[in-house]
């Protein structure tokens, strides 16, 4: 997949732990950890909206994209 | 009281479980009575055939119990692949599974064989004991359902696609 997240490297710089994060945007320990290792398809813009708040940084600042071609 | 829009995939099928349940019980029920019937048949069929000098209308009547007979033994099949079809989707808590869709795809073979072949077997057994030779055709209900659950086992394989998109989005 060209698009990475870069949640893992959002969450070091914040110093917020993965449980921290999950209880902030509401999404279950499993599903966020699914979510840094990229075993997602898709994310809804509304996880990606709590995601961005409570991390206070953009959606860029979490996707990025690597042309792996 | 909150909306269907509302309702999350859970809950709809926390209130299918119960219908699932009921048809997971008939299924069941309904290939006891098939068997009981299989039996009956046979034991007309013994009786019929001791008869030497029958008339048309026993003829027609043993053929159309072979029919019933050859019948039943496909209708059964289904009704097992039905109750196991219900009874793994009251487990996985979605009817939009791939063994869902194989569970038609097998429904809908099995009738289609029965209606082709059931009229055909009951024609010859027929023919080889008392020596009819015509046939009783009236397998056109059966086709038509089995055309139909070919083209619902297509809708499941594409909600079971669609099932593992929403499951893989966060």
Redesign the interface.
Known sequence: MAIILRLDRVMADRKMSLNELSELVG?SNV?LS??KTG??????FS?LNAICKALHCQPGDILEFIDDE | MKTKKELTTEEIMRMQNPTLKFMFIATIVIAVILAARMVQAVSTLNMLAADSGLTESAQRWFQDTAFDLFGDVGYIAVCIVSSVMFFFTLKDHTPFTRRTSNCLIIIAAVMMVTAVFSPLAAREFSSSVIGTNFYIVKSGNEIFASSLLFIISAFFRYGTKLQQESDETL
């Open positions: 999404v599903n699914k979510l075993k997602v398809s898709a994310v809804r996880t």
